[in-house]
T-cell receptor, first 113, second 114 residues
C-alpha cells in the first residue's frame, strides 16, 4: 500500500513568488494535516483538513492557505514567499479528524532564495 | 501558546547502552506521542500514550505519560546503531478547536557509537 505521497520532493523559489505543494493521503484516510519543519526544530502545525473542510489552523500568516479535494488529496499554497519560509513541509494523514498519531509523508524541501 | 521542552538536545552513547529522554509542557495534554525521524524522511510514530500514568512498550522502547499530564519520557534499552536519528515528543490538547493539532518538541538527536 502506498503511504502518504508528497510532491515535489524539492523546490527552489525566489522571494515574492508563489508555491503550491501537493499531498496524497493513504487510501481511506480522510484527514490531512500540514506541518512546517525548520531546520533544527520540530514540526509546527499549519492546517488540518477533514472531509474537505478546514478543521484547524496554526499560527501562520494569511499567505498560507490550503484546500482538500473530493478524493481527499490536498494542496498547500504559500504566497509572497519570504526567505524564512524555507523549510521542510510535511503532510500527514489519518482516518479521522481527531486521532492519536499520524502517518507522515517524506516532505517537500522548499528553499527560498 | 503551548510549548514543549525536550531534553537532552543531543546524546552520544555507546552501542548497548540505555537511553532516556523526556519532554515537559506548560500545558496539559490528553495524548503524548513519540516519533523518530531519519534524514530525508518524515517522522514515524513509535508510541502513543492516551492517559495519565500509562506506561507503554514497543520492543526496546518504553514510554510513560506523566501523572500531571504535563510530561512524558521515552527510554530505549540496549541501543543499536539503527537507533540513530532524531526523536520527537508531541502532545495533543483537549480542546476541540484544534483537535487534530500536535505540538512538537525540538527533538533529541541520538548518536550511537558501535
Amino acid at each position: 500500500d502506498a503511504g502518504v505521497t508528497q510532491s515535489p520532493t524539492h523546490l527552489i523559489k525566489t522571494r515574492g513568488q508563489h508555491v503550491t505543494l501537493r499531498c496524497s493521503p493513504i487510501s481511506g484516510h480522510k484527514s490531512v494535516s500540514w506541518y512546517q519543519q525548520v531546520l533544527g526544530q520540530g514540526p509546527q502545525f499549519i492546517f488540518q483538513y477533514y472531509e474537505k473542510e478546514e478543521r484547524g489552523r496554526g499560527n501562520f500568516p494569511d499567505r498560507f492557505s490550503a484546500r482538500q479535494f473530493p478524493n481527499y488529496s490536498s494542496e498547500l499554497n504559500v504566497n509572497a514567499l519570504l526567505l524564512g519560509d524555507s523549510a521542510l513541509y510535511l503532510c500527514a494523514s489519518s482516518l479521522a479528524r481527531q486521532t492519536y498519531g499520524y502517518t507522515f509523508g517524506s516532505g517537500t524541501r522548499l528553499t527560498v532564495v | 501558546g503551548q510549548q514543549l521542552n525536550q531534553s537532552p538536545q543531543s546524546m552520544f552513547i555507546q552501542e548497548g547502552e540505555d537511553v532516556s529522554m523526556n519532554c515537559t509542557s506548560s500545558s496539559i495534554f490528553n495524548t503524548w506521542l513519540w516519533y523518530k525521524q531519519d534524514p530525508g524522511e518524515g517522522p514515524v510514530l513509535l508510541i502513543a500514550l492516551y492517559k495519565a500514568g500509562e506506561l507503554t512498550s514497543n520492543g526496546r522502547l518504553t514510554a510513560q505519560f506523566g501523572i500531571t499530564r504535563k510530561d512524558s519520557f521515552l527510554n530505549i534499552s540496549a541501543s543499536i546503531p539503527s537507533d540513530v536519528g532524531i526523536y520527537f515528543c508531541a502532545g495533543q490538547a483537549a480542546d476541540n478547536t484544534n483537535a487534530g493539532k500536535s505540538t512538537f518538541g525540538d527533538g533529541t538527536t541520538l548518536t550511537v557509537k558501535p
